[in-house]
């Protein structure tokens, strides 16, 4: 649906020079997905969005958007692609029905379909309130309600949950889920991870105008899980020269242990019973998308010595050999 390759974008400074917002970014987006496009502000993201739908005009790289090149022939493509990338602007004073309305008017987009999207965006009751009555949610919906007039292939969503409460944020996922499940593909850009982890099938990670991950989120999350297990003992230091002793690898944090590589969490019970040690919590630590997020554009390299790295090559931070034992005086390593 989307195909991005080595896109680049610089912004001349004020003070001279040039800021490259795009140093060579990737991207594929494939056909009935919810693809998550993350970042931390500033990495790219609003830039890509808007070079591939023709905002901004890239410096160099190929953009193909449903088969078509971008931006050389948006215009036979524009009427099957569905975005929010600005924020819209809807007259206050108008109903959302009339506004939807006539924005159908002006894309010669059937009247009934004003009805049909209402539904779908969940405003059909409210439909006829003029729009600055609605909160931030409803207004965010009713932009979704007008890209969809045209019942685009392709939407994409430029921070859409961006503002909204837990509610809003729940209402737009929902929304987001029902229109996958009718076949739209979806990109959306966001930075409140735990929401991408819910909703998304696949994710790119940009970090400094480089792609710095992509792939499907629960391989993305398996290839940074390396078989952590809190366990929780009223005698620490002894349960950990015990688990060593047998060759489990032992981070030691203030109230708990984190065994790692753990492929039998039993033998640990085992273990620990066998001395007397009784295990009062054994969890998994599993990682979520911020903590592999926060990792990989927590420490992207400097830009000097930027590099493609795709599909999890940066390895996780090893655990301690087998048998070693280390102090760990910070918080969890995950939640
Ligand atoms: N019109 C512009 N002129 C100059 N610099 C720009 C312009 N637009 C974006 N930039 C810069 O390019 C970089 C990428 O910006 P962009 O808006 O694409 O990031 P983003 O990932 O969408 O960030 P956010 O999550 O904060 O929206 C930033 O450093 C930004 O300051």
Redesign the pocket.
Known sequence: MIEIAGLRKG?RRLRGGT?R?LDGFDMLVEPGQVHGFL??????????LRALLGLVRADAGEMRILGHASPAALPQVISRVGAIVESPRFFGNASGRRMLSLLATAGGVPQTRVEEVLAQVGLRERGKDIIKTYSLGMKQRLAVASALLKAPELLILD?PANGLDPAGIREMRDLVRALAAHGVTVLI?S?ILAEIQLICDSVTI?SRGRRVLAGPVTGVLASFDHGDFRVRVADLPRAAQVLGAAGVAVTAAPDHLIAHRVTEPARLTELLGGQGLWVSELAPLTPDLESVFLRLTGTAPAPEGMRQVDDAVLPPAPPPPAGEFSFEPGPEVSR
């Open positions: 912004y800021h917002a970042g931390p502000n500033g990495s790219g993201k609003t830039t890509t921070e850009s930075h940009i």
